[in-house]
């Protein structure tokens, strides 16, 4: 994973923010780096290439390094007696991927929501697969606090939640 970036200083704010609250809202769709969904400005000190998508209309992060691949969503085959935050497995290009319930590992999927793709991650101990409705991007975001796993940080791609998934098939 690459290291922390320190900026300078944080950029200054963008004129549409402090436009009057008639303007089209298409304005804010222009760039709204370095600020949070609040419209507030946030020290943005630390970067990281990261994958973003969504699960649920929450969005997560992982480390791009991290990222394998994203394919079509499959049904996992269930594994008897396994942990309950494990959905079950697949295979995926001659490997076997663990694809969990939720990204975040709870044992328990969000009601109603059906996943469209599955973010496959590497991990010490194989191939993690994480339920996603939406990819969002990759490549370099901007945080206000250095992310750490399971943590929800603002950034300029708005809060995510920061995972690692090594952490979700550890023990």
Request: glycine share 8%; aromatic share 6%; proline share 10%.
């Amino acid at each position: 994973m690459p290291a922390a970036l320190r900026l300078e200083s944080p950029p200054t704010p963008p004129h549409h923010l402090h436009s009057d609250m008639t303007d089209d809202l298409s304005e804010f769709l222009d760039t709204d780096e370095g600020w949070s969904e609040a419209g507030e400005a946030f020290p943005a000190t630390f970067q990281r290439d990261v994958f973003v998508f969504e699960y649920a209309n929450n969005r997560y992060a992982v480390a791009a390094g991290q990222v394998v691949g994203v394919i079509p969503w499959r049904r996992p085959v269930p594994l008897p007696r396994s942990d309950p935050r494990v959905q079950g497995v697949i295979q995926d290009r001659g490997q076997i991927v663990v694809v969990m319930v939720h990204p975040t590992g709870q044992p328990r999927a969000e009601e109603g929501v059906d996943a469209e793709r599955i973010v496959i991650c590497e991990s010490g101990r194989g191939h993690v697969g994480l339920p996603a409705t939406l990819t969002v991007t990759v490549g370099p975001v901007r945080f206000a606090n250095e992310p750490v796993a399971m943590a929800t940080v603002d950034s300029d791609a708005g809060a995510l939640t920061y995972l690692d998934p090594g952490r979700l098939v550890e023990d």
